[in-house]
């Protein structure tokens, strides 16, 4: 039997991505701390992608980012208009 992918899934969630959750530590780390959200901001902006439509295994189905990566940085959130993730500098 087939596994399904985790549609609703970020990277940290996935069953079998050790090696994507290595990288996407390192990442997120090469990410200078004045440039990056509160941990309260972040663990807020990754629940709300959670619920999300658009959101396929850890990527954004919209831009292709991986939204872990794209919601640490401050200036940054979700590509679709008028969300709550939407920042004025986006």
């Known amino acids: 039997m087939t596994e ?3 549609r609703k899934c ?3 969630d996935l069953p079998r ?3 994507l959750r290595e990288i996407l530590q390192e990442r997120l780390a090469q ?3 004045e440039e990056k959200v509160s941990p309260a901001e972040y663990a807020s902006r990754l629940e709300k992608c959670r619920t999300c439509g658009h959101l ?3 990527t954004c189905a919209l831009c292709g980012c991986y939204v872990e ?3 640490a940085r401050a ?3 979700c590509p679709m208009k008028g969300t709550i993730l939407q920042n004025k500098t986006n």
């Open 69 to 71: 990566l794209r919601l």
């Open 17 to 19: 991505g050790e090696k």
């Open 4 to 6: 399904r992918p985790c």
């Open 31 to 33: 990410i200078p701390e």
């Open 10 to 12: 970020l990277i940290a």
């Open 56 to 58: 396929h295994e850890g």
């Open 75 to 77: 200036g940054k959130g």
